[in-house]
């Protein structure tokens, strides 16, 4: 009999959004449970917005143990959960539930996950003034993994409104000076490390970067785009070209992929095991 069978005691785990053809979850999720030698199996689900109840519901009678959540899923998902762990509260969306008998507990791995693709790379910001690109949900992300010890904060975003709320909404969570501005080509900034969250560069929109970009990557040490499709966005090759430290999008999608592991399986993983999967998953890729 086959030996690599999913057997009726295997943790059964997976991810919901809509649309979810394009998730890299799965991969990661699957390499993990193989390297670690984890009996567990990820599954991919497509959820609309109307089944979405149902779904969380079906879930957990069906003891599935844990579920990602991605778009358009993440802020509807409060809704359906029997507690919210402090950082899906402060990053103010749900990306990892964790099954108890009772219901599911939403989490949020993003911001950790950022934090720790950045510490990977030797990068520090204690003390240093940051500027955050964006101010959707991926920008309230980046907030939090940066905003316990960073200098100061300043959210630029081309709806300065966007930008006022992400600042009014994280005043009930940190102490930190926090400035907003509107995109523009001349404005006068000056960083360490500049954090690009919006979706100029990718898609449709490839080629893009916002319009402050070129000013602000003179001065900056370390530039971060959260986007990891294509690998080098024009603002990375921009800041690359400038002599910045550079870091894609790739970072942060493993990291909150290897928390959310952890806290689906009830487990730590090897830290030196998990570097070594992320460079097997990237072998065929720069890194
Ligand atoms: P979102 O909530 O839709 O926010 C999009 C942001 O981009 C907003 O600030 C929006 O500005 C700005 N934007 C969009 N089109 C623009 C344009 N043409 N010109 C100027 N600004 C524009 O999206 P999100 O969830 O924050 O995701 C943003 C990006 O982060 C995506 O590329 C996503 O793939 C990436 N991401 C990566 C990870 C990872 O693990 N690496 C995780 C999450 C997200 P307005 O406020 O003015 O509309």
Redesign the pocket.
């Known amino acids: 009999m086959r030996e690599n069978y999913i057997k009726g005691s295997d943790n059964v785990c997976g991810v919901i959004g809509d649309p979810i053809a394009h998730t890299l979850s799965p991969l990661i999720h699957n390499t993990l449970s193989e390297k670690l030698g984890q009996r567990a199996v990820y599954v991919p689900f497509c959820v609309t917005k109307e089944n979405l109840k149902t779904a969380v519901s079906g879930a957990h009678a069906l003891g599935i143990k844990g579920l990602n959540v991605t778009?358009p899923h993440k802020q509807e998902m409060f809704k359906y959960v029997i507690e919210v762990s402090k950082e899906a509260n402060t990053v103010g969306a749900i990306n990892t539930l964790v099954y108890t008998n009772e219901g599911y507990i939403g989490h949020n791995t993003?911001a950790e996950?950022l934090a720790l693709s950045l510490k990977e790379k030797g990068i520090e910001w204690t003390g240093k003034k940051v500027v955050i690109i964006?101010?959707?949900?991926?920008?309230y992300?980046a907030y939090t993994a940066v905003a316990d010890t960073c200098e100061s904060i300043c959210i630029v975003?081309?709806?300065k409104e966007?930008a006022e709320a992400l600042k009014t909404h994280m005043t009930n969570y940190y102490n930190i000076p926090t400035f907003v501005y509107e995109?523009a080509e001349d404005l006068e900034l000056e960083a360490y490390m500049v954090i690009q969250?919006?979706?100029?560069g990718?898609g449709g929109?490839k080629g893009q970067m916002?319009k402050c970009s070129e000013k602000l990557l003179k001065t900056a040490e370390v530039a971060v785009d959260?986007?990891?499709e294509p690998w080098e966005t024009k603002f990375l090759e921009t800041a690359r070209k400038e002599g910045c430290i550079t870091v894609n999008?790739?970072g942060?999608?493993y990291y909150?992929a290897v928390i959310a592991y952890e806290l689906m399986h009830h487990m730590s993983c090897d830290k030196e095991a998990v570097l070594q999967i992320k460079q097997e998953l990237l072998k065929d890729r720069e890194q």
């Open positions: 778009m993003d996950g964006g101010s959707g949900g991926a920008a992300a975003n081309r709806t966007k995109d969250t919006t979706g100029l990718m929109l916002p959260l986007i990891y999008g790739f942060m999608l909150q």
